[in-house]
């Protein structure tokens, strides 16, 4: 073989080898961009109107993560069915991190007992990244229903069966559910209104649409320092420390408690960097002091933990409400 033809040979050969490696370097360049995550803005979708306590939570949590990353997580509001339409567009999103979900007790638990169909199961197809924090309800009236007390409610209802109006988040929220079990266990009848989102329920409240509401606390607390809505018991086990003179139901004689819980999740399948990245933030901030103090302005208490602590939440409060719906199951919409 000449000398020329040997080169040439040579050559070829390491053109060939520089075409691995230049691929070689491509594929590890494609997955380090895609490791880099977030490289583009992050949509955390809340199933609720803006405006409410999940949104309000939501938007901090964006804060920290967008302050902490340097990437902007921008809060998408997508409410209907109780929050399931929201939900379900993030269990059909395609598992990159780039779409995420911030909820509240009814998508993530209750409406699984509730509806016959969600086009999703919250046990299986969220990816769980934490638990972030609880917060009680409030049993709230508005100036112009005369009473000043749980035990005179009691006595108001009894003497107008049906006739009082009460308003909720959704048909089915925890708002809803507490309410018929008040009911069921003091034997009372309240009307139902039903509304697509706390701000929404606590709106018609303060103009006195309503008579009454039961949702969750925070956005009700302004409200009630200025007197334009009466809070008459919280309905968690303990009463808040933000309203220490409102009584809690079980004080009141009514064995009733309920909280509401806020969750983060992705769709089925996400990366597993990214549920560490976005677990290691939120659990700080619940840590921090300011953290501690935003939640506290809500009323909220932090939970945080590890990913698998939120599954196992989530079973254990489909358990835990499953027995509690069936009676009710056909006073809700299906």
Do not use: C
Not at 242 to 253: A, F, K, Q
């Amino acid at each position: 073989m000449s000398l020329t033809k040997s080169i040439k040979r040579l050559m070829a050969k390491l053109l060939a080898m520089g075409m691995v490696l230049t691929a070689g370097l491509m594929v590890n360049a494609g997955a380090l961009a895609q490791s880099a995550w977030p490289n583009r803005p992050v949509k955390l979708v809340v199933p609720y109107p803006a405006g409410g306590a999940t949104d309000a939570v939501a938007r901090l949590l964006a804060k920290k993560f967008s302050d902490s990353l340097g990437q902007s997580f921008i809060v998408e509001n997508r409410a209907g069915a109780n929050g399931s339409l929201g939900a379900a567009s993030v269990a059909s999103a395609t598992p990159d991190g780039n779409t995420l979900l911030f909820s509240s007790t009814g998508p993530l638990s209750l409406n699984k007992l509730l509806y016959r169909s969600t086009n999703f199961n919250p046990a299986t197809d969220f990816t769980p990244i934490i638990l972030l924090a609880d917060v009680p309800l409030v049993l709230a009236v508005h100036p112009s229903v005369p009473v000043k007390n749980m035990n005179e409610l009691m006595t108001y209802l009894k003497a107008n069966p049906g006739k009082v109006s009460y308003s909720s988040s959704g048909v089915g929220s925890m708002g809803h559910l507490s309410a018929l079990l008040m009911q069921r266990t003091a034997d009372i009848s309240m009307l139902h209104v039903a509304y697509k989102g706390g701000a929404a329920a606590m709106a018609d409240l303060l103009s006195g649409v309503v008579n009454t509401s039961f949702d969750l606390l925070p956005p009700y607390l302004p409200h009630v320092a200025t007197g334009k809505v009466r809070a008459l018991a919280v309905l968690g086990k303990q009463r808040s420390p933000l309203l220490p003179d409102v009584p809690t139901l079980i004080e009141s004689g009514i064995n009733i408690s309920a909280t509401g819980w806020f969750g983060l999740v992705g769709p089925k399948g996400l990366p597993t960097d990214v549920v560490f990245k976005l677990n290691k933030l939120a659990n700080d901030f619940l840590a921090s002091a300011e953290g501690k103090a935003q939640l506290s302005n809500f009323s909220m208490v932090p939970i945080g933990g590890k990913p698998e602590d939120l599954s196992k939440f989530v079973n254990s409060e489909l358990d835990k409400w499953a027995p509690v719906v069936a009676p009710i199951a056909a006073e809700v919409m299906q």
